[in-house]
């Protein structure tokens, strides 16, 4: 059974930094690719940043910059390093198995206060 459950959410000023995690189960992680994907109240999930199993990411433009996705292979686990957050990014925020979506967790909350 797959599970991957995000931790590391919580209610940062802006200007701060966060970082997410997300540990996986029930797949072999090295050979999948991840992603991060977000949703905020009233809008529609959008990608984040995803990482190839190579590891090879890709990042929304706007968040070009200020957000890292990285993953550590050996502890099954997928990161997501967020600075210098905006209140623009409070979302819920998920991990998924990329390019198949198939798996996400229950999400971990950002709020991040003006």
């Known amino acids: 059974q797959v599970q991957l459950v995000e931790s590391g959410g919580g209610l940062v000023q802006a200007g701060g930094s966060l970082r997410l995690s997300c540990a996986a189960s029930g797949i072999i992680f090295r050979l999948n690719g991840l992603g991060w994907y977000r949703q905020a109240p009233g809008k529609e999930r959008e990608l984040v940043a995803r990482?190839?199993?190579?590891?090879?990411?890709y990042y929304a433009d706007s968040l070009k910059g200020r957000f890292t996705i990285s993953r550590d292979n050996a502890k099954n686990t997928l990161y997501l390093q967020m600075n210098s957050l905006k209140p623009e990014d409070t979302a819920m925020y998920y991990c998924?198995?990329?390019?198949?979506?198939?798996?996400w967790g229950q999400g971990t909350q950002v709020t991040v206060s003006s």
């Open positions: 998924t198995d990329w390019p198949g979506r198939n798996y």
């Open positions: 990482i190839s199993s190579d590891g090879i990411t």
